[in-house]
Nanobody, 128 residues
Framework: QVQLVESGGGLVQAGGSLRLSCTAS????????MGWFRQASGKEREFVAH????????NYADSVKGRFTIFRDNAKNTVYLRMNNLKPEDTAVYYC?????????????????????WGQGTQVTVSS
């Protein structure tokens, strides 16, 4: 049974930093693109970042570009999201996600429909 477990969320002041972790179990995701999404209260889930299975290719939403960094440690089956210079508008539940099949160049990984497995989410709250 595949499980994704996020951790690292919390309450931080604007301008602060957090590092989220997502550890997978039940399957090795070293050949899979992994993604982070977020959902603010009353809003739809939105793409944040994704990373190729090698870790060399990354993509970010414009709203987080230059502030967030996604990286992974395949030996630990873990993907991370380092978030710097946090803003109140970053407040949301953050989810990591994994597709059901290995990485392919024909999939739009900014679309949450590309993912089959989701973690339970971790709350990030940024106070002004």
């Amino acid at each position: 049974q595949v499980q994704l477990v996020e951790s690292g969320g919390g309450l931080v002041q604007a301008g602060g930093s957090l590092r989220l972790s997502c550890t997978a179990s039940g399957r090795t995701f070293s050949s899979y693109t992994m993604g982070w999404f977020r959902q603010a209260s009353g809003k739809e889930r939105e793409f944040v970042a994704h990373i190729s299975w090698t870790g060399y290719l990354t993509n970010y939403a414009d709203s987080v570009k230059g502030r967030f960094t996604i990286f992974r440690d395949n030996a630990k089956n873990t993907v991370y999201l380092r978030m710097n210079n946090l803003k109140p508008e970053d407040t949301a539940v953050y989810y990591c996600a994994a597709p059901g099949t290995a990485s392919t160049g024909r999939v739009d990984y900014t679309d949450d429909r590309a993912y089959d497995y989701w973690g339970q989410g971790t709350q990030v709250t940024v106070s002004s």
